[in-house]
């Protein structure tokens, strides 16, 4: 498809939306259960709970890029390098996702943008470390339920401090 007849079909989908309470109201859901989603997936992450995790993707084949993490065609690749990078007890971690700019393209398919601030403490080096960024995110419905097909993260500022006795150290504040 083109990009001018994308672009049709996208005003008339969002035309329709305005003139029928009915797609509005999906519209809503769809967007509301894309944010759930989200959300699912940085509880998931939050929690170590790696199946959680992995439940948030298309089963078949995705894209995760995650920058300086690595890039993956599905999520059991990601959830390998989760597991050894990130569950530790010792890993104190909590992500934000905020601002979320979702547009709902068809039927079955949704594009989303996201702000991300990661808090991460670890107990083990005594650092701290304080991340922003953005998500840019395809969704696609399978089975009336949205997942994840592409998601890329990209850092915009990353503050990384060190613990030594009663004081903080800054080791690092600026763009990742």
């Given amino acids: 498809m083109d990009v001018n007849s994308f672009r ?24 509301l259960a894309i944010q759930h989603l989200k959300h699912r997936y940085l509880n998931a992450c939050d929690a170590k709970d790696v199946s959680a995790m992995i439940s948030t993707f298309t089963p078949s084949a995705c894209m995760i890029d995650y920058g300086p993490v ?20 010792y890993m104190l971690e909590s992500h934000h996702a905020h ?44 089975n009336d339920q949205w997942l994840i ?12 401090l060190e613990m030594e006795e009663s004081l903080l150290k800054v080791i690092f504040a600026g763009k990742p």
Avoid at 8 to 21: A, E, P, V
Avoid at 99 to 119: C, F, H, M, Q, R
């Fill in 70 to 89: 690595g890039v993956f065609k599905n999520s059991n690749d990601l959830a390998e390098v989760f597991k050894e990078v990130a569950c530790h007890e």
């Fill in 99 to 142: 601002n979320p700019i979702i547009k709902i393209t068809d039927d079955d398919e949704a594009v989303g943008d996201w702000s991300l601030t990661y808090n991460l403490i670890n107990l083990d080096n005594s650092s701290i470390v304080t991340l922003q960024g953005s998500y840019h995110d395809l969704y696609q419905r399978i």
């Fill in 149 to 160: 097909k592409e998601t890329t993260f990209r850092g915009v500022s990353s503050l990384n």
């Fill in 8 to 31: 049709f079909q996208q005003k008339s989908y969002y035309k329709l939306m305005t003139d029928n309470l009915e797609v509005r109201v999906k519209v809503l859901e769809d967007t």
